[in-house]
């Protein structure tokens, strides 16, 4: 059974910062094109960014473009998003998933391309 643990949510104030890791076991993530989302409470989840699995091409919703980073470390078998700036509205259980797609250099957030998921990690901003 592939796995995926998510860590580094927390209480934040508005305008800090946090680091969410997500660490694969039991299969490597090289091959993986991997998608981080987040699911507000009374909304649906959405796709916030993602990261092929071949050249590091990256994607972010408008709403956390320039505040959001994501980044792998194959090596580690992690993958990261550091989150700057952070809003209140950026609330919500943060999960991260894994989709296989070889050596392509895209990546996408339709949830239906990512069949790996994450328990999530709760990320609260408010002062």
């Known amino acids: 059974q592939l796995q995926l643990v998510e860590s580094g949510g927390g209480l934040v104030q508005p305008g800090g910062s946090l680091r969410l890791s997500c660490v694969a076991s039991?299969?490597?993530?090289?091959?993986?094109?991997i998608g981080w989302f987040r699911q507000a409470p009374g909304k649906e989840r959405e796709g916030v960014s993602c990261?092929?699995?071949?050249?590091?091409?990256?994607y972010y919703r408008d709403s956390v473009q320039g505040r959001f980073t994501i980044s792998r470390d194959n090596a580690k078998n992690t993958v990261y998003l550091q989150m700057n700036s952070l809003k209140p509205e950026d609330t919500a259980i943060y999960y991260c998933a894994a989709g296989f797609t070889g050596n392509s250099r895209a990546c996408s957030t339709r949830q239906y391309e990512y069949d790996n998921w994450g328990q999530g990690t709760q990320v609260t901003v408010s002062s």
């Open positions: 039991k299969f490597t993530l090289d091959y993986y094109a």
């Open positions: 990261i092929s699995s071949s050249d590091g091409s990256t």
